[in-house]
């Protein structure tokens, strides 16, 4: 019998940044998370917000004490450390647009002490004619760049691209980028709490200060020789049940769609991280069985035997693994 086979539901951790609204709390029935709020952190070992167990065997420990005790077990054998969980896992609102910034890759990161983190977005829902931008318009330069941010004008250097729910987009440490306002945004990235704000749309907090910018380490940090996103990705079905979203060298997203109950198989080399974006379902897994509601995440340890998912009618589940 393997000693970690069951599914973990964590407490979110909340954010409240000052761009942030009311879609996570009242989409998702979160009576625990504060208004406005700006992000979910579903499952996270980073310090900066730790994932504690909500319920089961072990409600009450930390996803990093887990990960110390059980090390292969619970990350897999593709895991880069069995002592680390390697991603992170956050619901994203935005009610106004997030700053320009920029994230250091593992090139880079070194160059600033930072914690390297590339990303993913998957957009669950979107007001009309909301954008995300993604890398700086083609031939632009430092030079260019800084011009533009004197001149207060650097948005007129992004690149823009307007969404629809469903559609993915993959940010690569280094890549210039900002989430616009009206998303609501799935975000999958590397364990690191890093980033360099190189614009912030002249906004002031409630006592009137700009937050700080990081210019020096954001000239650093950007990999110029990165291609400019041309498109976002739409989920590409693999069969009836299943689409691959978006696969990297950090991670692969599919998505699941439902009617019917699924049985998945596991073979050790990963974790499965699950989170529901629409309808709701009942996940058995092991030792333990948990209902997942609209919005709700859950972690299966990679030492599971298998996992099934039963949909209430119809369910749309976002299934993460290394």
Not at 222 to 251: H, N, Q, Y
Request: net charge negative.
């Amino acid at each position: 019998m393997n000693l970690l086979n069951e599914p973990l539901v964590f407490r979110p951790v909340y954010k409240n940044y000052l761009w942030g609204g009311d879609k996570i709390a009242d989409r998702y029935t979160r009576t625990q998370a504060p208004h406005p709020c700006a992000e979910s952190w579903e499952i996270s070992a980073h310090p900066d917000g730790m994932s504690v167990v909500a319920c089961g065997t072990y409600a009450g420990r930390t996803l990093r004490d887990l990960v110390s005790e059980f090390g292969v077990d619970l990350v897999g054998g593709k895991a880069p450390d069995p002592n680390r969980f390697p991603l992170l896992f956050k619901i994203i609102d935005a009610r106004s647009k997030l700053s320009v910034q920029v994230h250091p890759n593992n090139a880079n990161a070194a160059l600033t002490a930072g914690a390297p983190k590339s990303e993913m977005w998957y957009v669950l829902e979107c007001e009309q004619g909301a954008a995300l931008y993604a890398g700086l318009k083609e031939k632009t330069g430092a030079d260019d760049l800084l011009a533009a941010l004197e001149s207060g004008k650097p948005a007129d250097l992004l690149n823009r691209l307007t969404i629809t729910p469903g559609q993915a987009l993959f940010i690569p440490g280094g890549l210039v980028h900002a989430i616009g306002a009206g998303t609501l945004i799935y975000e999958v990235q590397q364990s690191s709490n890093t980033t360099y704000r190189l614009f912030d749309w002249n906004r002031t907090d409630a006592q009137g200060n700009a937050r700080e910018l990081h210019i020096e380490q954001s000239l650093k940090t950007i990999d110029w020789a990165l291609p400019t996103p041309g498109m976002l990705t739409p989920p590409r079905p693999e069969s009836k049940t299943t689409a691959s979203v978006l696969s990297c060298e950090f991670f692969t997203m599919r998505r699941l769609t439902l009617t019917e109950p699924l049985a998945i198989q596991t073979d050790g080399s990963t974790f499965t991280a699950l989170f529901t974006s629409t309808g709701s379902a009942r996940l058995r897994c092991g030792n333990g069985c948990i209902d997942l509601k609209c919005g709700s995440s859950a972690l299966i340890p990679a030492s599971a035997d298998a996992f099934f998912i039963e949909p209430d009618t119809n369910a749309t589940l976002l299934a993460t693994t290394l």
